[in-house]
């Protein structure tokens, strides 16, 4: 019964996967915008090729081989190409089902399926392995970059050049009560709050940032502390039972307060509950409602809170930013962060080339691709170093990682940071929040 | 393909440069047109060494070689029908020379058009031909295939630009033929046999490009008509007024209307077609140029002629046409684009044509195109799986072509003849034309070994 249901899955996934390639007309424009393309440059790994691929795994010519999904796990879901096609085709969507066709069929493996039930089942053991790698980090790598502890890296899969951020040594979300009362007296509204597992578990500075500014402002703010990952790792790795659980729990668990809007800090986790979140659960109004109550947090602010003239202080910080995939072309949110740091009195706002184009980080592909990973990177370098800045930037926590750990191994004294950690600093200074 | 012959090939590529494995021969076994075919190895060259070295390796061996650049090609050009080995240029991609004092660029074939632009810009200069394709086709295969594109009217297309080019002929000989001067008579006119060769005569490994300078000033506009005929009657009369725009780009209802729904552009959807105009030099001449456009649109009843003012309402007017591909693409499943062209007098004819073909084989049809040099692309709107509607289509491409050829046009202007277009090239050279081809072919090639299958068929070969 059991395999029946997942063989019927696996071939739901590929009808899907079908009609998006159909619509195919093969030009050859990804071959132009396919950040990992430009690295591999072979037509394996391209868009157009990855839709070739997946027409021959559907007609049967092509069985699923190694270096298939090799090639379908060569793809930072940028959206690049998608939004460069012009056949409308979605290519990460085939990338996408077809990564969920064969761990459907073939299973996550061990290593992965341990990681994502962990996810999907209880938190406490994630946060105990995040906390112990954080005393861990502090004990032996504090020595520097010629630890000989990096040695060990390979051991796990990581490159010794590596450079982790600190993990933290108590959860952001242990700080705070579940509902955390505005600091203005009666609210303006309730606004609900996903810090996503890298706000919670490394970038805490972010989320007392975000509290710290809507509380600030006259919000509530409710954390509720059921929350779960988002399922965006789960998803891109191929788990479509373990996302669509994860999606469900976090639909269902933020319905219960009565918020009127959630806001979220890490791009791809916005992109999983606004959009990824409608392959999972039915179309229906509360589904509408939900997806319609989610916000960047840039783009919350943006359209939500009036700064006053004196609210913000003064910071003589040349910055440059970072758009993020996910929420460039995945929420189309690349105004409101700009015009947030373009609101601080003495930031000088130097737009780098190529914003747009994906950092190469793409969460895990970063771990598991790291060489090519890098590669990418380094254009990203090259373009922060050009404007001569001390910050870059962003709103997407895997990108923040990739960058600085690329910032650190060129010897490049700029700092990737979170537009509202930059923000709550200049509020902090005029003792607005 | 033999184990020895792998590693022949690894000697001169070196292992990055050498592909076989099942998956990545599906990857290099198409380009953009509707044929498949996978090689048997593909490799990636780097220098026009590693090319007659390939070449040579070829013929001692009787082994096909299918020069290929980014596969955007519209007719089948690079794919591997006879199978082989697929040689790849893409990664040849180094500028050699920038001389703005001759208006003259050098660079290997795999460079992409539009990585020229940056490069000549910074000089006023520009590089002309400018196909749809201008940002992923290399420019090697542009040559190959005589590309032409949005500017063609004014500036002329692909052949009128190449002044020298680096070959590698089919039994691996390298020569250099052309010359930087302007002048240039020492020995038969040898370029233009390469110019559009579609890769069956020699592998393009490096050109010297002319470039022009850039236009001090643009009038852009946007003329709408009510009736199809007016608008193609339109462009005559522009062209007999002695006026030569340089784009003079074409729409029907459609077209309009599929671009409408797949993003506002400001098109009018009840209008019959629009044309986009573009005069450019001098800002007085390219201002009469527009007077006198206008002069022959007024002639041809339009309903509305709106000027842009500037570059963000030119992009604006521009944008419908930009992205009318991709809206068509989105009416239906799939798509046969063509490049049917005629003379710019026949063009009312021409229309007239497809829409009766259209609506004799109960087919939709969206058409738009560089109106101003009479190349159309007439775009069956069609659904592969509908094998009724397939049928159809290819007995309204045969009358399409019939056409064109009745009208003194021709079967392809730009996108070239390669495996689409095959069966219907004798209709319009006749036998001797293609008895002429062959005959040159064999003095290039006489083994048929160098992009075999192409354009015509080669005595004694065994593709049909």
């Given at each position: 019964m059991m395999v029946q249901r997942q063989r019927e899955q696996a071939e739901t996934h590929l009808l899907r996967a079908a009609q998006e390639f159909q619509k195919c007309m093969q030009c050859g424009k990804c071959r132009s915008v396919c950040p990992v393309f430009k690295e591999i440059g072979n037509e394996l790994y391209v868009a157009r090729g990855k839709n070739k691929l997946a027409e021959k795994i559907v007609s049967g010519d092509?069985?699923?081989?190694s270096r298939v999904k090799d090639a379908i796990n060569?793809?930072?879901?940028?959206?690049t190409c998608s939004a460069n096609c012009p056949a409308g085709v979605s290519p990460e969507h085939v990338v996408l089902r077809l990564r969920w066709y064969i761990t459907t069929r073939e299973g996550l493996g061990l290593f992965k399926a341990l990681v994502f039930r962990q996810l999907l089942w209880r938190k406490w053991p994630i946060i105990a392995g995040a906390v112990f790698i954080g005393f861990v980090q502090r004990i032996l790598l504090d020595i520097g970059p010629q630890n000989p502890v990096r040695h060990l890296f390979p051991l796990f899969g990581f490159s010794k050049r590596r450079n982790f951020p600190r993990l933290a040594l108590r959860p952001a979300q242990s700080l705070y009560p579940e509902v955390i009362p505005s600091k203005?007296?009666?609210?303006?509204k309730r606004i609900g709050y996903f810090t996503g597992c890298a706000g919670n578990l490394i970038y805490t500075n972010v989320v007392k940032s975000v509290v710290d500014i809507l509380t600030g402002y006259g919000y509530d703010v409710v954390i509720p502390k059921d929350q779960k990952c988002s399922g965006t790792p789960v998803l891109a790795n191929g788990d479509y039972e373990g996302a669509a659980n994860l999606m469900e729990h976090n639909f269902n668990l933020f319905r219960r307060y009565d918020l009127d809007a959630i806001v979220v800090s890490c791009s791809s986790c916005g992109l999983a509950l606004k959009k990824e979140i409608k392959l999972f659960i039915d179309n229906c109004d509360e589904l509408r409602e939900f997806c319609d109550k989610i916000y960047d947090i840039n783009e919350f602010l943006e359209k939500e809170v009036q700064f006053g003239p004196n609210d913000l202080g003064r910071l003589p910080y040349r910055v440059t930013y970072h758009d993020p995939c996910h929420l460039n072309r995945g929420q189309d949110v690349r105004k409101e962060p700009r015009s947030l740091l373009m609101k601080i009195p003495g930031l000088i706002f130097k737009e780098m080339q190529?914003?747009?184009?994906?950092?190469?980080?793409?969460g895990s592909y970063c771990l598991t691709h790291y060489e090519t990973a890098i590669q990418i990177n380094n254009h990203k370098i090259k373009n922060i170093q050009k404007e001569y800045v001390e910050y870059v930037a962003t709103a997407c926590p895997t990108c923040i990682m990739h960058i600085q750990d690329n910032l650190l191994q060129h010897h490049s004294g700029e700092k990737a940071r979170f537009v509202v950690e930059i923000l709550a600093d200049s509020l902090r200074k005029a003792g607005t929040i | 393909m033999k184990k020895s012959h792998l590693e022949e090939l690894s000697t001169i590529f070196e292992n990055d440069g050498i592909l076989h494995q099942q998956e990545d021969m599906i990857a290099y076994s198409y380009d953009a047109s509707h044929i498949e075919k996978t090689p048997e190895a593909v490799v990636f060259a780097t220098s026009t060494d590693q090319i007659c070295k390939l070449m040579q390796f070829a013929y001692r061996e009787d082994i096909p070689v299918t020069p290929r650049g980014q596969?955007?090609?519209?007719?089948?050009?690079?794919?591997?029908?006879?199978?082989?080995i697929v040689l790849v240029l893409d990664r040849m991609r180094k500028m050699l020379d920038f001389d703005p004092e001759n208006r003259l660029i050098t660079v290997e074939a795999g460079m992409t058009t539009s990585d020229i632009d940056p490069i000549v810009a910074s000089a006023d200069l520009f590089y002309p031909p400018d196909p749809g394709s201008v940002t992923f086709s290399t420019i090697g295969g542009n040559i190959a295939e005589n590309a032409g594109g949005?500017?063609?009217?004014?500036?002329?297309?692909t052949k009128d630009y190449v002044k020298m080019l680096k070959v590698v002929l089919p039994k691996g000989d390298i020569v250099t033929i052309g010359s930087k001067c302007v002048k240039h008579v020492a020995g038969f006119n040898l370029e233009p046999i390469f110019v559009g060769s579609e890769g069956l005569l020699g592998i393009i490994t490096e050109v010297t490009l002319a470039l022009l300078p850039i236009p001090k000033h643009r009038e852009s506009a946007l003329v709408v008509f009510n009736t199809l005929n007016d608008a193609a009657q339109c462009v005559s009369d522009i062209i007999a007024y002695g006026v030569t725009p340089s784009t003079m780009e074409f729409m029907d209802k459609t077209t309009i209307n599929a671009v409408q729904n797949f993003k506002d552009c400001n098109l009018p959807r009840d209008a019959e077609a629009v044309l986009l105009i573009e005069t450019d030099g001098e800002k007085n001449s390219a201002i009469g140029e527009m007077k006198n456009i206008k002069k022959a649109a007024e002639k041809n009843s339009f309903r509305s002629f709106s000027l842009a003012g500037n570059t963000k309402e030119r992009d604006l007017l521009f944008e419908g046409r930009r992205i009318a591909l991709n809206a068509l693409a989105n009416v239906k499943p799939n798509l046969i684009l063509e490049d049917a062209t005629v003379v710019r007098s026949k063009l009312p004819d021409m229309v007239r044509g497809i829409c009766e073909i259209a609506t004799k084989y109960n087919l939709m049809v969206g058409i738009f195109g560089h109106a101003g040099d009479g190349n159309l692309h007439p775009t069956f709107l069609i659904d592969k799986n509908d094998t009724d509607e397939m049928k159809r289509t290819e007995k309204a491409v045969k009358e399409l072509f019939r056409l064109a050829i009745d009208l003194e046009g021709t079967i392809s202007g730009e996108h070239g003849i390669g495996l689409e277009k095959k069966p219907f090239l004798e209709d319009q050279i006749g036998s001797a034309g293609i008895q002429l081809l062959c005959d040159i072919k064999r003095t290039f090639d006489p083994k048929n070994l160098l992009n075999p299958g192409k354009m015509f068929d080669f005595p004694n070969s065994t593709s049909n």
């Open positions: 092509l069985q699923i081989t060569e793809c930072l879901n940028c959206k203005k007296g009666t609210p303006v190529d914003a747009a184009v994906c950092c190469g980080s793409a | 596969g955007s090609g519209l007719s089948g050009g690079s794919v591997p029908i006879e199978k082989g949005l500017r063609g009217l004014k500036y002329g297309v």
